[in-house]
DNA sequence: CTAAAATCCTGGTGGC
DNA sequence: TGCCACCAGGATTTTA
């Protein structure tokens, strides 16, 4: 489930070795990953094309393509971008694959087939309806308590919601909620001022704490990240919480599982 | 508006 | 050991 962290940490480790490289070709083998456009056109646009920035927002990977094109990729459930050296032979789960100017490969592969991959000019039409990238300084605890305080919704699918902010996910969203102190099942227009200061401090820690372990290794994805050792809460239901020794609890919420500490986390 | 449910997918898991 | 129903979840779409 890469989410912001992890979408960060491929996006450093790709960076050094495909900012300058040239895409010569791409080849399509599940035709659904490409959003927009279609396959075939995909694969007809790619050839020549330089990479001039590789990036991130929210949870999209961003190459900034030379003749202003854009090539974003989300990873969704199980996706990953690997390079490959020359040597590489496609495996069961590859889904795209570019060939790069020095002979080596670039490579999507998606074991679900959830992951989503789109080449446009207008950036608007993938990343425009997000809402704040939570570590900027435009993310704030001011706006955040005003758009809690708007809202009339509960908070773990508030904070899922990626027009809400962008880059949360099931782990994190798990994590930040229970470092705030607040209940999953609150709602967002009760929180005072307070809470949401304590809230938006634990989103911002528990991200940069994620980026600084570079990621959570989690099921197919593995990117080397440590993140998983430092979870209080998420996937650890019936054990003891870290703060203060309460039991775990795991419920669904919004069709996800969502995991708390009921002594810490008031629902309040 | 909010929310709940269905959808897309595969592989791992738990129960028997 | 084998079989199978079920679960995991990001985002979108549909339904209420």
Not at 147 to 158: E, G, M
Not at 161 to 178: K, P, S
Not at 199 to 222: C, F, P, R, T
Request: include cysteine; glycine fraction near 8%; hydrophobic fraction near 40%.
């Amino acid at each position: 489930m890469p989410e912001l962290p992890e979408v960060e940490t491929i996006a450093r480790s790709l960076r050094p070795a495909l900012e300058g490289i040239t895409l010569t070709a791409a080849r399509v083998l599940w035709p659904r990953t490409i959003a927009e456009p279609s396959a075939g056109d995909f694969e007809a646009l790619i050839p020549g094309q330089r990479v001039e920035q590789v990036t991130r927002r929210a949870k999209y990977l961003w190459l900034r393509l030379s003749g202003g094109k854009h090539l974003f990729v989300h990873l969704r459930m199980s996706g990953d971008l690997l390079l490959q050296d020359a040597n590489y032979t496609p495996a069961k789960h590859d889904r795209l694959i570019f060939a790069l100017s020095d002979g080596r490969w670039l490579v999507f592969t998606d074991t679900r087939k959830f992951g989503r991959v789109w080449l446009v000019s207008d950036l608007q039409r993938v990343i425009g309806k997000l809402g704040p990238e939570p570590l900027s300084p435009s993310f704030t605890a001011e706006k955040l308590y005003v758009n809690l305080s708007a809202a009339r919704r509960q908070l773990k699918p508030l904070l899922l919601d990626q027009a809400f902010v962008a880059g949360l996910g099931n782990i994190y969203t798990d994590e930040a909620l229970h470092r705030a102190g607040l209940h999953p099942l609150r709602s967002a227009a009760t929180v005072s001022t307070d809470e949401a200061r304590r809230l938006h401090q634990a989103i911002q820690s528990v991200l940069a704490s994620g980026i600084e372990q570079n990621g959570a290794s989690i099921d197919w994805v593995y990117r080397g990240g440590n993140f998983q050792n430092h979870f209080s809460v998420y996937g650890r239901k019936g054990q003891p919480c870290p703060v203060c020794g309460a039991i775990i609890q795991k419920i669904v919420v919004g069709q996800r599982g969502t995991h708390f500490c009921p002594r810490c986390q008031k629902a309040g």
